[in-house]
C-alpha cells in the first residue's frame, strides 16, 4: 500500500468513520436523547468527566492563570470581589479565583450540584452560592453590582447569545470585565465543514454550537474594549475539529 494509500486510511479511521457513526446514531437514536429523563444527569457527569481531564493539561491551566491574572490584581485592591460564574458546572474554574472572592454560580442544570460542592476548595466553602438559572435571566442580580463575569467553555451553548451578553454587561460595575474562554468556528477547510454537518447532532447532544463566532458577537454587544487571542482547546483525536478557541476579556 502506498503512502498516500496509508495517509487516506488513517484520515478515514480518525475523522469520517467517527463522524459517519454519530451521524448514524443521530438517525436512529436522537429523538430520545434530548428528552431523556436522565439528560440532565449524563450531561453533568460527562462535562464533569471533562473538566477534571481539561484542568489536568498544563496548556489550559496556564491559560486560565493568565485569564484570571487580572482578579488578582484587583483582589488586592478590594476587601471582597463578587464574581458571577455562568454555567460554573462542577466548579472547574474555583482554583483560580482570589480567596477573597465571592462567587455566585449561575446554572441551569440542578445536576451538577453534586460535582460542584466535591470540587469546592475549602477556602472557598462558604463563599460559594449554587443558584440554578439562565445567562439570559439574571434579574435577581442587581445592576452594576459584581467585579467580573466569567464564561468558560459555555457560550456556545447558551439559547440566546446577544441576550446573555447584554445581561453581563448589565450586572457588571463600569469598567469591570467579563472573562471568557471559549471554542469557535473553524476558520475555514475540512474542519469548518465537519462542524457544519454535525452542528444539529451536537446541539441535540449536548446543547452546543459547533461553529460560533463568539468575536463577532461579543463586539456586537458594545463594551467599551475587547482584548482577544485565538488558542486551542485540547479534544479528542476524533473531534479535532473542535479544537479551534478564544480567550479574552471585555470591559464594560
Same mark, same amino acid.
Given at each position: 500500500?502506498?503512502?498516500?494509500?496509508?495517509?487516506? @486510511?488513517?484520515?478515514?479511521?480518525?475523522?469520517?468513520?467517527?463522524?459517519?457513526?454519530?451521524?448514524?446514531?443521530?438517525?436512529?437514536?436522537?429523538?430520545?436523547?434530548?428528552?431523556?429523563?436522565?439528560? #440532565?444527569?449524563?450531561?453533568?457527569?460527562?462535562?464533569? +468527566?471533562? =473538566?477534571?481531564?481539561?484542568?489536568?493539561? $498544563? !496548556? &489550559?491551566?496556564?491559560?486560565?492563570?493568565?485569564?484570571? @491574572?487580572?482578579?488578582? !490584581?484587583?483582589? $488586592?485592591?478590594?476587601?471582597k470581589?463578587?464574581?458571577?460564574?455562568?454555567?460554573?458546572?462542577?466548579?472547574?474554574?474555583?482554583?483560580?479565583?482570589?480567596?477573597?472572592?465571592?462567587?455566585?454560580?449561575? /446554572?441551569?442544570? *440542578?445536576?451538577?450540584?453534586?460535582?460542584?460542592? /466535591?470540587?469546592?476548595?475549602?477556602?472557598?466553602?462558604?463563599?460559594?452560592?449554587? &443558584?440554578?438559572?439562565?445567562?439570559?435571566?439574571? *434579574?435577581?442580580?442587581?445592576?452594576?453590582?459584581?467585579? =467580573?463575569v &466569567?464564561?468558560?467553555?459555555?457560550?456556545?451553548?447558551?439559547? #440566546?447569545?446577544? @441576550?446573555?451578553l447584554?445581561?453581563?454587561?448589565?450586572?457588571? %460595575?463600569?469598567?469591570?470585565?467579563? !472573562?471568557?474562554? /471559549?471554542?469557535?468556528?473553524?476558520?475555514?477547510?475540512?474542519?469548518?465543514?465537519?462542524? !457544519?454537518?454535525?452542528?444539529?447532532?451536537?446541539? +441535540?447532544? *449536548?446543547?452546543?454550537?459547533?461553529?460560533?463566532?463568539?468575536? @463577532?458577537?461579543? $463586539?456586537?454587544? #458594545?463594551?467599551?474594549?475587547i482584548?482577544?487571542?485565538?488558542?486551542?482547546?485540547?479534544?479528542?483525536?476524533f473531534?479535532?475539529?473542535? %479544537?479551534?478557541?478564544? &480567550?479574552?476579556t =471585555?470591559? %464594560?
Amino acid at each position: 500500500m502506498s503512502e498516500s494509500d496509508l495517509i487516506c @486510511q488513517s484520515y478515514l479511521i480518525r475523522y469520517v468513520l467517527p463522524l459517519f457513526i454519530i451521524i448514524i446514531c443521530w438517525k436512529y437514536f436522537g429523538k430520545y436523547i434530548q428528552f431523556s429523563k436522565f439528560h #440532565d444527569k449524563i450531561v453533568a457527569y460527562v462535562t464533569n +468527566r471533562i =473538566a477534571l481531564s481539561l484542568n489536568k493539561s $498544563k !496548556y &489550559v491551566s496556564t491559560l486560565k492563570e493568565d485569564l484570571f @491574572q487580572p482578579l488578582h !490584581y484587583l483582589s $488586592k485592591t478590594e476587601s471582597k470581589l463578587k464574581i458571577v460564574e455562568i454555567g460554573a458546572g462542577s466548579g472547574a474554574n474555583f482554583k483560580y479565583y482570589p480567596d477573597n472572592s465571592e462567587i455566585i454560580c449561575v /446554572e441551569p442544570n *440542578g445536576c451538577f450540584n453534586p460535582y460542584f460542592r /466535591e470540587n469546592l476548595p475549602k477556602r472557598l466553602q462558604d463563599k460559594v452560592k449554587f &443558584v440554578i438559572g439562565r445567562a439570559e435571566d439574571m *434579574g435577581k442580580i442587581k445592576t452594576g453590582s459584581v467585579d =467580573a463575569v &466569567v464564561c468558560t467553555l459555555v457560550l456556545c451553548s447558551v439559547d #440566546d447569545q446577544a @441576550q446573555s451578553l447584554a445581561e453581563i454587561k448589565r450586572i457588571l %460595575k463600569p469598567g469591570r470585565n467579563f !472573562y471568557f474562554f /471559549e471554542h469557535v468556528a473553524a476558520p475555514s477547510g475540512l474542519s469548518k465543514l465537519c462542524q !457544519y454537518l454535525i452542528k444539529g447532532l451536537w446541539w +441535540r447532544v *449536548g446543547h452546543c454550537r459547533t461553529f460560533s463566532d463568539t468575536k @463577532q458577537i461579543v $463586539k456586537e454587544a #458594545d463594551f467599551s474594549s475587547i482584548d482577544t487571542k485565538q488558542c486551542r482547546v485540547p479534544v479528542p483525536i476524533f473531534v479535532r475539529f473542535m %479544537k479551534f478557541g478564544l &480567550v479574552g476579556t =471585555a470591559t %464594560k
